[in-house]
């Protein structure tokens, strides 16, 4: 009987498994990194038109790309094409917008300008240099033809990406 | 005793020295031109004033096809360049801004010569903006603040210059030169004189002497308390005179005669008689 007791105790010793998960960490760090520069804000030159040309009243918005490895991303700026937020509307708005390299911190970066790619209302850079360049959008919208907008708060986003080759 | 004034407020104005560090960002240094000299930057009289940054931001204007290279750059004080950045535009187009920012690693301003633009090639540079953050100390914004400041001395010196400096010269003093002349007269009086008056005279000699000592130690703390409190303008509370000059007698005595005063005779009289009768107690047989 004694016997029997200690084998038992044996085999409840070996009756639990070892195992153990060796996690694997990683991290990576950002080298495209987007921060708005200059908030825009709408001018209303006319009844009908929300533009963001200095001429018309507004201001520019400015996003800045710092971008620490060469020729590893892409800047797309897609300017509005809608408000986020407005008033309630009855007509269809027009939108116009562009974007282009407004200041850069390698000469070599000038050449950004000349080499953009633009479909619809995104702008495409191939960002071929490390080094910070800012981007500034314009965007206008009119309303209906001739038609007044509605009394209120606009507000239409400037969507910037950095997306990786 | 100007030398011991000197110390002295030398050795007062070092008890306030202390060391902490300001920063600052000068104005855009090309904006009139694409030379400049730096005295501009920070603020006069600073003692330790370091270099840390310079950010420069210009539009390039070329035609694309030209070959163009911008330098902006700082001459180094005895030769070469402290700072240099150059932006080659050859092939490129112009037009877009350029911006640059630089960490310097904490540079003497006192190596750094004049700045500049410098564009070769075919094309120009319009709306430079050139900026240097800096640091220092400003424990010399006076430059008495501290010994190390510079101008420490001249200031020190320039502020003594106004300052009325009497020297105590103990042989213009008459009481010195009347107790010489009277110990010379001493040796020749009789002896049987010098005997009587030889105490006498010397603790006259040594009254002179003692007033002596104590005029050098009163123009010593006057000029002490001087220095001490030459912020205070005191001259203000010294013009102020009385007025008419004089205060004179008002009280007048009607009559001009003092009448005894019969009735405090009387209180006294009667204090009198009863302290002697106090005293007489003590004789009077025991019952």
């Not at chain 1, 918005?61 to 009855?90: E, G, I, N, Q």
């Not at chain 2, 030209?66 to 112009?94: A, Q």
């Not at chain 2, 090639?121 to 900026?131: H, L, M, P, Q, R």
């Amino acid at each position: 009987m004694k016997k029997l007791l200690v084998a038992g105790l044996v085999l409840a010793v070996h009756i639990p498994a070892f195992a153990t998960d060796t996690p694997i960490v990683g991290n990576v760090q950002t080298r495209c990194l987007i921060t708005t520069d200059t908030n825009g804000v709408f001018g209303n030159p006319l009844p009908s038109k929300l533009s963001t040309a200095s001429a018309d009243g507004g201001v520019v918005p400015v996003v800045r790309y710092d971008v620490t490895l060469a020729d590893a991303y892409l800047a797309k700026v897609t300017t509005p094409t809608a408000f986020s937020a407005s008033p309630s509307l009855s007509d269809s708005v027009t939108w116009t917008g562009s974007t282009a390299v407004s200041k850069t911190s390698d000469a070599a970066m000038s050449g950004y300008e000349a080499a953009k790619v633009t479909y619809g209302s995104t702008t495409q850079f191939d960002l071929t240099k490390a080094g910070s360049t800012w981007f500034s959008s314009t965007a206008t919208a009119v309303y209906g033809v001739s038609k007044s907008f509605p009394g209120g708060s606009y507000t239409a986003i400037v969507l910037a990406e950095c997306i990786a080759k | 005793m100007r030398k011991l004034v000197a110390v002295a407020l030398l050795a007062l104005y070092a008890t306030s020295a202390h060391s902490e560090y300001l920063y600052g960002i000068s104005g855009n240094m090309a904006g009139a031109g694409h030379t400049w000299g730096m005295n501009g930057i920070g603020p006069g009289n600073t003692r330790g004033l370091r270099v840390n940054g310079v950010f420069y931001q210009y539009t390039p204007v070329k035609n694309t096809e030209d070959d163009m290279v911008v330098h902006v750059r700082n001459k180094r004080v005895g030769g070469g360049y402290i700072f240099s950045s150059t932006d080659d535009w050859s092939g490129l187009p112009g037009g877009i801004p350029i911006t640059k920012g630089f960490i310097i690693d904490n540079l003497p301003i006192e190596l750094w010569g004049d700045g500049s633009i410098d564009v070769e090639g075919t094309g120009s540079v319009i709306d430079a903006n050139v900026v240097y953050s800096y640091k220092y100390n400003n424990d010399c914004l006076t430059p008495m603040s501290d010994p190390s400041c510079p101008g420490y001395a001249e200031a020190v010196l320039g502020m003594m210059g106004k300052i009325d400096v009497t020297t105590y010269d103990p042989m213009d003093d008459k009481n010195i030169t009347d107790v010489l002349k009277e110990k010379a007269d001493l040796e020749a009086d009789s002896e049987q004189d010098e005997e009587d008056e030889d105490s006498d005279r010397l603790e006259r000699i040594l009254s002179g002497v003692d007033e002596s000592v104590l005029t050098a130690n009163i123009i010593s703390q006057n000029r002490l308390m001087y220095s001490l409190t030459r912020n205070s303008n005191m001259n203000p509370y010294y013009i102020k005179k009385l007025a008419g000059g004089v205060y004179k007698e008002t009280v007048v005595l009607d009559g001009g005669n003092l009448p005894d005063n019969k009735k405090g005779a009387r209180a006294g009289l009667a204090q009198q008689i009863l302290h002697t009768k106090m005293v007489s107690m003590q004789y009077d047989p025991k019952e």
